[in-house]
């Protein structure tokens, strides 16, 4: 997939970059055979109400029963992200948001403490928000971190940004990005380190880093 550049003049194509912290080809599989199981409960779901109450009836129920976990399988694998350009585009079950981040009104980072923490970008343009997932650690260490050439797009695109927020976000990520290239322990880590900082406050809801925190990551 290649999406076209804005500007005419450029002959070059656009390659997309995908910025799911877990691939939707990983749990594809999985998906598929959840669905698959929900559709086999809602079939045994009416033929075992039929047996007490009428056909119209039993269908509702076996629908009623199967029916969420089969459309959240189906919106787990519609769900996409990927960066072209500077242009974050976030695919759902129904609809997709675009966000240029070389426009962003507001630039954040977020941590979610927790036994497993999670670390998220927050994009603000005008009325609509995008979040972007950073990485996630365990207690013990373990995790998973967004490849190299997200975060190199990622930070490329946050500094076209003339917020300072935003060129202090990109910042951040460069350093993340070289740590991860030469395998650096997850103490260099800045993304680690932020979520360090955050539980150190023991907190349980999430939390915002400042700028000036964001800073001290670099």
Request: net charge positive; charged share 20%.
């Amino acid at each position: 997939m290649t999406v076209e550049p804005s500007n005419p003049g450029d002959s070059q194509p656009v390659s997309p970059v995908g910025l799911d912290l877990v691939a939707p080809e990983t749990y594809a599989p999985m998906l598929r055979r959840l669905a698959l199981a929900a559709v086999g409960v809602g079939v045994g779901a009416t033929l075992l109400a039929a047996l007490l109450v009428s056909w119209p009836i039993a269908v509702l129920i076996g629908f009623v029963v199967g029916a969420p976990t089969v459309g959240y399988a189906m919106a787990l694998r519609r769900r996409r992200m990927w960066l072209a350009g500077t242009t974050i585009h976030a695919r759902r079950l129904f609809g997709a948001r675009h966000v240029d981040l070389a426009v962003a009104t507001g630039v954040e980072i977020l941590v979610f403490p927790a036994r497993l923490s999670r670390i998220v970008l927050r994009v603000t343009a005008g009325a609509d928000t995008q979040i972007i997932p950073l990485a996630m650690y365990t207690d013990s260490g373990s995790g998973r971190e967004l490849h190299l050439i997200g975060l190199r797009k990622l930070a490329d695109a946050l500094a076209s940004c003339p917020l300072a927020a935003a060129v202090a976000v990109s910042s951040m990520l460069v350093h993340q990005l070289r740590a991860e290239a030469r395998d650096a322990g997850l103490e260099e880590r800045p993304l680690y380190r932020a979520v360090q900082l955050a539980r150190e406050k023991d907190y349980v809801s999430p939390i915002v880093l400042t700028d000036g925190e964001v800073a001290t990551l670099c």
